[in-house]
């Protein structure tokens, strides 16, 4: 059928276009006088020499790495390549930078020293960070190395012989090999280490992947055969042209991570420092930028003005911005989750008595709605995301109610393009019809990371009246580790995340991990389910399809219960019965609640005509301007005609399964009250009822029902 074809391939289009990571400019160059990162191609504010380009994996969301990340690398650091080697190569005085790549759990880029060193990440199968250097990291691991005096740790020691074939890229063969360290684990990132170069000295060559323990290496050199490891980086033209005569500080002091974290941090923060002024005139043009955006929006959409805080990074920046702006003379929405961490919550409240603006803040909490909702949607997934529309959506809407009576706001809100494609896109001046009264402006769109902790750490803030620098307090959990704030259980989270929730806040961990695992035993859900985050997808991308092949998980979704989803089968493909009709015959898995379903009917079609004797629904009316008829039966078949071969089946089949769903799963999660721009539909005593000479038939109540995503998904997969 042309029309289901065509669909399919704007899916299919879609699916390709999600694989281009790139979400906006890359830009990272480096100051090599100041030891400092540049945030464009421009001079140095304290040198005023240029920098070099820093090669930047996409989508380029560079961020500075606070205690809690030194803290990790020098343990992944330390643990493969000795004591102390992690802290001497990434001293709380030298600038680290992190840059999330993609991955199956958090990945990122380390910067340090104007160089990409390795990569951090955390390993899903042994629950724990690993560090994973590259070429030029390898190079300054093995000379701190050496300069400790640390016994040889992950080395693999070439012959004479070997070293021209790893620098052409081969792997590491027993011929090439002359001795190794005896620490080596299959699967380890390993030091490839000529001992004879020209200039004499041993040097760092290559990067290899262990194919095996050492303990089978000495088999292997006696055989003189066998691959001791993979040559995964090696020495070339653009290594030996970079600078790798970086001073490493043997003296310093060492930390004792546990105990000395405020002291860590506080010497990491000063180092950052460094960067605002290096970038000093960089930053003020991009928050000039960002303020001129504020003044002419406001001036242009002439509506009370407010901010969506979260008690996030993002969102501080933006609140930041607006109060240079309009002094106290807007709005704090913070829409309160039910699922937020203590420290948000406190940091919100902290935020609105730094700047005075207590009696500014508005604040809304959706309680335990979540956990109800759970009981019927099941867990949130990444492309199932009912709480973002039920928690925070009905709670901006609350607030713009009750406060302005259902008049239009201009909410500025921290969205920013490099989290996402759908941010990227989006406008900078927008609607979303999740929350139709609120006109949504983002300042700070084309901002990364690093710009933004940049301004929130150390650009002034002074008080109108004063003048006096107001101290505004940032949520501490941003140095401990959480990369991310907002709901604590979100879907989007990395297992990482959920590992430091266990830690950092148990009975929060202990409450949703207990509902996971209630929930897959009910669903014959394997344990892997809970234990790598699988809940976190009802459908999955190749990556992690490919993962949960991997381990051999299967999961069975339609496994029978009542909960189980609405499915579609078509009885009677898209045909034509004579010259001038064609139709497609299908049934749902389930029967009709009538009742429920004659409710949410007319959302579709108000002129419906229910012959209650023989139990089947008829309508005859148009659809995008083209006449159709529709028979609808009530044990869940039905017939849809149409005359015009060009006729939308599929687009009507898909609301009509959207309006079954509704029907059968309806929670009352109001979504759709809130969506509604004409005020047609209510909640009455736990129903949700649409008012006939209200709705227009716009379908968006069927399309924004949490459960129309599920029909959606269902029917991609039916065979028109
Ligand atoms: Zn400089």
Same mark, same amino acid.
């Given at each position: 059928?042309?029309?289901?074809?065509?669909?399919?391939?704007?899916?299919?289009?879609?699916?390709?276009?999600?694989?281009?990571?790139?979400?906006?400019?890359?830009?990272?160059?480096?100051?090599?006088?100041?030891?400092?990162?540049?945030?464009?191609?421009?001079?140095?504010?304290?040198?005023?020499?240029?920098?070099?380009k820093i090669p930047v994996s996409p989508p380029g969301d560079i961020?500075?790495?606070?205690?809690?990340?030194?803290?990790?690398?020098?343990?992944?650091?330390?643990?493969?390549?000795?004591?102390?080697?992690?802290?001497?190569?990434?001293?709380?005085?030298?600038?680290?930078?992190?840059?999330?790549?993609?991955?199956?759990?958090?990945?990122?880029?380390?910067?340090?020293?104007?160089?990409?060193?390795?990569?951090?990440?955390?390993?899903?199968?042994?629950? $724990? @960070? *690993?560090?994973?250097? %590259?070429? !030029?990291?390898?190079?300054?691991?093995?000379?701190? =190395?050496?300069?400790?005096?640390? +016994?040889?740790?992950?080395?693999?020691?070439?012959?004479?012989?070997?070293?021209?074939?790893?620098?052409?890229?081969?792997?590491?063969?027993?011929?090439?090999?002359?001795?190794?360290?005896?620490?080596?684990?299959?699967?380890?990132?390993?030091?490839?280490?000529?001992?004879?170069?020209?200039?004499?000295?041993?040097?760092?060559?290559?990067?290899?992947?262990?194919?095996?323990?050492?303990?089978?290496?000495?088999?292997?050199?006696?055989?003189?055969?066998?691959?001791?490891?993979?040559?995964?980086?090696?020495?070339?033209?653009?290594?030996?042209?970079?600078?790798?005569?970086?001073?490493?500080?043997?003296?310093?002091?060492?930390?004792?991570?546990?105990? $000395? @974290? *405020?002291?860590?941090? %506080?010497? !990491?923060?000063?180092?950052?420092?460094?960067?605002? =002024?290096?970038?000093?005139?960089? +930053?003020?043009?991009?928050?000039?930028?960002?303020?001129?955006?504020?003044?002419?929006?406001?001036?242009?959409?002439?509506?009370?003005?407010?901010?969506?805080?979260?008690?996030?990074?993002?969102?501080?920046?933006?609140?930041?911005?607006?109060?240079?702006?309009?002094?106290?003379?807007?709005?704090?929405?913070?829409?309160?989750?039910?699922?937020?961490?203590?420290?948000?919550?406190?940091?919100?409240?902290?935020?609105?008595?730094?700047?005075?603006?207590?009696?500014?803040?508005?604040?809304?909490?959706?309680?335990?709605?979540?956990?109800?909702?759970?009981?019927?949607?099941?867990?949130?997934?990444?492309?199932?995301?009912?709480?973002?529309?039920?928690?925070?959506?009905?709670?901006?809407? %609350?607030? !713009?109610?009750?406060?302005?009576?259902?008049?239009?706001?201009?909410?500025?809100?921290?969205?920013?393009?490099?989290?996402?494609?759908?941010?990227?896109?989006?406008?900078?001046?927008?609607?979303?019809?999740?929350?139709?009264?609120?006109?949504?402006?983002?300042?700070?769109?084309?901002?990364?990371?690093?710009?933004?902790?940049?301004?929130?750490?150390?650009?002034?803030?002074?008080?109108?009246?004063?003048?006096?620098?107001?101290?505004?307090?940032?949520?501490?959990?941003?140095?401990?580790?959480?990369?991310?704030?907002?709901?604590?259980?979100?879907?989007?989270?990395?297992?990482?995340?959920?590992?430091?929730?266990?830690?950092?806040?148990?009975?929060?961990?202990?409450?949703?991990?207990?509902?996971?695992?209630?929930?897959?035993?009910?669903?014959?859900?394997?344990?892997?389910?809970?234990?790598?985050?699988?809940?976190?997808?009802?459908?999955?991308?190749?990556?992690?399809?490919?993962?949960?092949?991997?381990?051999?998980?299967?999961?069975?979704y339609n496994s029978p219960d009542s909960s189980a989803p609405l499915n579609l089968n078509i009885a009677k493909g898209?045909?034509?019965?004579?010259?001038?009709?064609?139709?497609?015959?299908?049934?749902?898995?389930?029967?009709?609640?009538?009742?429920?379903?004659?409710?949410?009917?007319?959302?579709?079609?108000?002129?419906?005509?229910?012959?209650?004797?023989?139990?089947?629904?008829?309508?005859?009316?148009?659809?995008?301007?083209?006449?159709?008829?529709?028979?609808?039966?009530?044990?869940?078949?039905?017939?849809?005609?149409?005359?015009?071969?060009?006729?939308?089946?599929?687009?009507?089949?898909?609301?009509?399964?959207?309006?079954?769903?509704?029907?059968?799963?309806?929670?009352?999660?109001?979504?759709?009250?809130?969506?509604?721009?004409?005020?047609?539909?209510?909640?009455?005593?736990?129903?949700?009822?649409?008012?006939?000479?209200?709705?227009?038939?716009?379908?968006?109540?069927?399309?924004?029902?949490?459960?129309?995503?599920?029909?959606?998904?269902?029917?991609?997969?039916?065979?028109?």
């Amino acid at each position: 059928m042309s029309t289901s074809k065509r669909s399919l391939k704007g899916f299919q289009k879609r699916k390709r276009e999600m694989k281009a990571p790139y979400l906006g400019q890359i830009s990272l160059f480096w100051c090599d006088y100041c030891n400092a990162p540049l945030l464009d191609n421009i001079e140095c504010d304290i040198c005023k020499n240029k920098g070099h380009k820093i090669p930047v994996s996409p989508p380029g969301d560079i961020r500075p790495a606070f205690a809690d990340d030194y803290i990790t690398l020098w343990k992944c650091i330390d643990k493969l390549f000795g004591k102390r080697v992690g802290e001497t190569l990434l001293p709380t005085s030298k600038i680290a930078l992190l840059s999330r790549i993609g991955g199956l759990d958090r990945t990122e880029e380390v910067i340090v020293d104007g160089k990409i060193i390795g990569i951090l990440q955390f390993n899903i199968l042994i629950n $724990d @960070f *690993e560090f994973l250097p %590259k070429m !030029i990291g390898g190079i300054f691991i093995f000379k701190i =190395q050496e300069a400790l005096n640390l +016994l040889p740790k992950k080395h693999i020691i070439l012959n004479t012989d070997g070293i021209p074939f790893i620098l052409n890229g081969k792997s590491i063969l027993a011929p090439g090999v002359e001795n190794y360290s005896e620490d080596i684990k299959k699967g380890d990132h390993c030091l490839i280490i000529s001992k004879d170069n020209p200039s004499g000295n041993s040097q760092c060559i290559a990067i290899g992947v262990a194919r095996e323990n050492s303990s089978n290496f000495q088999e292997m050199l006696e055989k003189n055969y066998g691959e001791l490891a993979k040559n995964k980086a090696h020495l070339n033209l653009s290594t030996k042209n970079e600078n790798t005569n970086i001073e490493f500080d043997l003296n310093q002091k060492l930390y004792d991570s546990n105990d $000395d @974290f *405020e002291q860590i941090n %506080k010497l !990491i923060l000063l180092s950052l420092k460094q960067a605002y =002024q290096t970038n000093y005139q960089y +930053l003020q043009r991009k928050i000039k930028k960002s303020l001129k955006f504020i003044k002419r929006t406001i001036e242009e959409i002439k509506k009370p003005v407010a901010v969506a805080y979260s008690g996030g990074k993002d969102s501080l920046g933006v609140l930041l911005l607006v109060w240079k702006v309009l002094d106290r003379n807007f709005k704090i929405f913070f829409a309160d989750t039910g699922l937020e961490l203590p420290e948000v919550l406190e940091n919100v409240q902290n935020i609105a008595k730094d700047l005075k603006m207590e009696s500014n803040l508005i604040v809304e909490s959706a309680n335990d709605i979540f956990w109800d909702l759970i009981e019927s949607f099941g867990p949130p997934g990444r492309d199932y995301r009912f709480c973002c529309h039920s928690l925070k959506a009905q709670n901006i809407m %609350k607030i !713009i109610n009750n406060i302005y009576g259902g008049e239009k706001v201009l909410v500025f809100l921290g969205q920013r393009q490099y989290e996402s494609l759908n941010r990227m896109r989006s406008k900078k001046v927008y609607v979303n019809s999740f929350i139709p009264l609120q006109i949504a402006a983002t300042p700070i769109k084309s901002w990364n990371a690093l710009t933004l902790w940049l301004f929130i750490l150390f650009e002034p803030v002074k008080d109108f009246e004063s003048e006096s620098l107001l101290d505004v307090s940032i949520t501490p959990l941003y140095y401990k580790g959480h990369e991310r704030l907002g709901c604590y259980l979100c879907p989007a989270s990395n297992l990482s995340n959920f590992k430091l929730l266990k830690t950092s806040h148990p009975k929060l961990y202990e409450r949703w991990f207990s509902f996971l695992n209630s929930y897959a035993q009910k669903h014959k859900l394997p344990k892997e389910w809970v234990q790598y985050g699988l809940w976190r997808f009802k459908q999955y991308s190749p990556q992690w399809k490919n993962f949960a092949d991997s381990l051999n998980i299967l999961i069975d979704y339609n496994s029978p219960d009542s909960s189980a989803p609405l499915n579609l089968n078509i009885a009677k493909g898209f045909s034509q019965n004579s010259d001038s009709d064609f139709s497609i015959k299908g049934k749902f898995s389930h029967t009709l609640i009538i009742d429920d379903f004659l409710r949410f009917l007319p959302a579709l079609n108000k002129d419906f005509h229910w012959d209650e004797v023989n139990g089947i629904i008829d309508i005859n009316s148009e659809f995008k301007k083209k006449p159709y008829s529709l028979k609808i039966f009530i044990d869940g078949s039905f017939i849809l005609n149409s005359k015009e071969k060009e006729f939308d089946f599929y687009k009507l089949t898909e609301l009509l399964m959207g309006t079954v769903s509704r029907s059968l799963y309806c929670n009352n999660c109001k979504t759709c009250v809130n969506v509604c721009t004409q005020n047609a539909i209510k909640s009455e005593s736990g129903k949700i009822i649409i008012e006939n000479d209200k709705c227009i038939n716009c379908y968006d109540c069927i399309t924004h029902c949490p459960f129309f995503q599920l029909a959606k998904k269902a029917i991609e997969n039916v065979n028109f």
